[in-house]
């Protein structure tokens, strides 16, 4: 009972819950900005930059503004970080899945999941009662909007392909366990050609959520002083900056499990030939899942983060949910079509 | 160990909030200039933000006009600590030649300590550059004091 218990702090705290979305999301953050720059050639900030900004925001005086409610104001961006460690406890790694989580989770709960970070930065932004923050949080909310429906799309597309492929109940898997294990078997989703559109659809999706170039209209800093942030300063500011940092890992990090998801299968083969057995071999696989998916999600933050933010310009808002609602939405939708038809 | 990153990162990540004070705009441009692939100043952690909350070093430039000086004032108040004022070519140090005007409230250095004066007019981006990452030494010397 008692060691349950620890091996749920443990798994919590830190492998995949605090430790681990905080050392490679920002890591992901750092690779992100050095990526830009090398793509606008410039030198560029060294990678560990993120962490130098996070600790320097943690020695900075916190100000909280007069006209704010100071517990809503303190207390969002810690519930926004939450959450998100959360759902990065519900995305597995390849077969490295937590059994209590994985079984109950499905893909439905991430989408609530993914609300609350935008929620809480609403929410602190809102108790400063700060203009630049109302401007912000009104686009925000238009901005997780946009993205909701093209998500839902490419998620019911990839749950209705494996359901109709494992033979589930209703024809619909929305387990994530199920989607990843079953490409451990049939391969990677990605080389099915009727999921290639909601890939793309996928891909354009995660600048957005998590806000980065050309749609972050809700923190336009050289326009609205970074919108709801603009309140912020201090550790409260270096925490929503981490969340920042961890929902590019988590976004990334469902794309490669619900695309790339066969490709763990590999290491099997590697760790076999390397002649290992037993808690060993165990061990080395889920080290080598581990690198692998972080090695992926650079590769998708490149593509779809970092290449997207050194061609564009920001786009207007009435321009973002346009494009979601068009573009990005009739891309999933035929996914949708193509999979209900059992192509 | 939480400490020691702290003190080891705050002269690592400076954030500019750049105030024009009655500038002609010419430091105003070389500013930016000093952030383009040129001179490419984040790869020293510098960058620019839109609210003095968020900022360690504020960039003065202009000569503090009557109209802009308590706006400067206050802007500068917002700045959480540890911070450092840094003034941009000669108008915010001597009033240049805007001197004993009627509209000009300067120096800067009447009102509120300034840490590091970049002369010239405009100062070239490699001397900006060096002025600012002085900047960066004090930052992390202030924030050894205020631990204190």
């Given at each position: 009972m008692i060691l349950d218990a620890l091996k749920y702090l443990a798994y919590v705290l830190i492998f995949p819950g605090f430790l681990f979305c905080f050392l490679t999301g920002l890591l992901l953050a750092g690779i992100d900005r050095k990526l830009v720059a090398r793509m606008q050639k410039r030198v560029g900030p060294p990678i560990l930059q993120p962490f130098y900004d996070f600790f320097k925001l943690c020695g900075k005086k916190t100000i909280v503004p007069a006209a704010a409610n100071k517990t809503v104001f303190l207390m969002a961006p810690l519930l926004g970080l939450a959450s998100l460690v959360v759902l990065q406890l519900f995305i597995p790694v390849f077969r490295f899945q937590i059994a209590a989580f994985s079984n109950v989770a499905d893909m439905i709960v991430i989408l609530y999941l993914l609300l609350i970070p935008a929620v809480s930065i609403i929410m602190g932004g809102a108790s400063t009662g700060s203009p630049y923050a109302g401007i912000g949080l009104s686009r925000e909310m238009v901005t997780v909007l946009a993205c909701e429906l093209p998500l839902v799309l490419v998620l019911l597309s990839v749950g209705r392909y494996v359901g109709t492929a494992i033979g589930a109940k209703d024809g619909i898997s929305f387990s994530l366990s199920q989607i990843v294990g079953y490409q451990l078997e049939?391969?990677?989703?990605?080389?099915k050609a009727s999921l290639i559109p909601a890939a793309i659809a996928f891909l354009l999706v995660i600048p957005g959520e998590t806000g980065n170039?050309?749609?972050?209209a809700a923190e336009a800093e050289t326009e609205i002083c970074e919108g709801m942030l603009a309140e912020y300063s201090g550790a409260p500011l270096g925490v929503f900056k981490l969340s920042h940092a961890i929902k590019m890992l988590t976004m990334t990090s469902l794309f490669v499990m619900l695309?790339?998801?066969?490709?763990?299968?590999g290491v099997d083969n590697l760790v076999a030939l390397i002649g290992l057995t037993g808690g060993a071999a165990t061990a080395v696989t889920i080290i080598l899942d581990i690198l692998l998916m972080f090695l992926l999600c650079v590769v998708v933050t490149a593509v779809g983060i970092s290449l997207v933010h050194a061609v564009t310009a920001r786009l207007k808002i009435e321009q973002i949910f346009k494009y979601y609602w068009t573009v990005v939405s009739a891309l999933a939708l035929l996914s949708l079509v193509l999979v209900w038809y059992g192509l | 160990m939480f400490k020691k990153l702290i003190a080891e990162s705050t002269g690592k990540s400076p954030w500019l909030f750049h105030i024009?004070?009655?500038?002609?705009?010419g430091c105003d441009i070389e500013l930016v200039s000093v952030l383009?692939?040129?001179?490419?100043?984040e790869r020293l952690g510098f960058k620019l933000t839109g609210?003095?909350?968020?900022?360690d070093i504020v960039v003065v430039t202009g000569p503090v006009t009557e109209q802009s000086l308590n706006r400067v004032l206050r802007s500068i108040e917002q700045v959480p600590d540890p911070k450092c004022i840094v003034t941009m070519g000669s108008c915010p140090q001597s009033?240049?030649?805007?001197?004993?005007?009627?509209?000009v409230a300067g120096p800067l250095s009447k009102y509120v300590h300034v840490d590091v004066d970049v002369a010239g007019?405009?100062?070239?981006p490699e001397a900006v550059i060096d002025g600012l990452y002085l900047a960066t030494q004090i930052l992390a010397q202030k924030r050894k004091e205020m631990k204190k």
């Open positions: 049939g391969g990677s989703l990605i080389t170039h050309p749609f972050d695309f790339f998801g066969g490709v763990g299968a | 024009n004070a009655g500038s002609c705009n383009t692939p040129r001179y490419d100043a609210s003095p909350r968020h900022a009033g240049n030649v805007f001197r004993g005007s009627y509209s007019c405009t100062p070239k």
